[in-house]
């Protein structure tokens, strides 16, 4: 299996709270990307990297910030978390010439 | 933009029944297109690949047809299994471009009944 964590697995938040996921790799991948996955919509991308504070919006993205500040992180900040927040949050990587290999994703739960 | 339609699920199947997801992509370039599979409370994984126009990609029977001139991906198996249920996505990427940026479709559902 590829080298991807998410952390936390499982969060549970009030609204108006920020939230921070965090994505961790140890396979030196070149692009990251934030999916949501939520019923009838499938996966959407939030935002992706393409380097060391390289980052763009994806479908998306509003009220979703994204940092990485190296190689291994990617980090996804709900600013102030709502409740049409509420998802299945997953994480991939990739390189040019792989496939993109996906986290076991994070439940959050915005009440 | 870029963008995947596959067909709404949930597809309900006889276990050794044949299978066809239908597939259909929009793109400005050349993408290289993909099929991934979710299994219940698990993460996605890649079930197949197909880079260039004509490619046929294939992986534990199932298979997919890169079709240019009718922008299509569909995923065929001729056999299903219980262990198949989960849900598939077609997905197409510009590999190898600046971002490496991959759209998925809405997912399918597919349920194998024995």
């Known amino acids: 299996d590829a080298g991807i964590t998410q952390s936390p697995r499982h969060k549970v938040t009030e609204t108006g709270t920020p939230v921070t996921l965090r994505c961790h790799q140890t396979?030196?991948?070149?692009?990251m990307y934030w999916y949501r996955q939520d019923p009838g919509h499938g996966l959407r991308l939030i935002h992706y990297s393409y380097g060391v504070k390289d980052t763009d919006k994806g479908e998306v993205s509003d009220g979703y910030s994204v940092s990485r500040s190296k190689t291994e992180d990617f980090l996804l900040t709900l600013e102030s978390a709502t409740s049409s927040q509420t998802s299945v949050y997953f994480c991939?990587?990739?390189?040019?010439?792989?496939?993109?290999?996906f986290g076991q994703g994070t439940r959050l739960t915005v009440v | 933009g870029d963008s995947v339609t596959q067909m709404e699920g949930p597809v309900t199947l006889s276990e050794e029944a044949f299978l066809t997801i239908n597939c259909t992509y929009t793109?400005?370039?050349?993408?290289?297109l993909f099929w991934y599979v979710q299994y219940p409370g698990e993460g996605l994984q890649l079930l197949l690949k197909?880079?260039?126009?004509?490619d046929k990609g294939s992986n534990k029977g199932f298979e997919a047809t890169y079709r240019k001139e009718t922008t299509s991906f569909h995923l065929e198996k001729g056999s299903v299994q219980v262990s198949d249920s989960a849900v598939y996505f077609c997905?197409?990427?510009?590999?190898?471009?600046?971002?490496?940026?991959?759209?998925f479709g809405t997912g399918t559902l597919l349920a194998v009944q024995p």
């Open positions: 991939a990587i990739s390189s040019s010439n792989t496939e993109a290999f």
């Open positions: 793109a400005t370039g050349y993408p290289s």
């Open positions: 396979e030196n991948h070149r692009y």
């Open positions: 997905a197409l990427s510009d590999h190898g471009g600046a971002t490496n940026k991959l759209i």
């Open positions: 197909a880079t260039k126009a004509d």
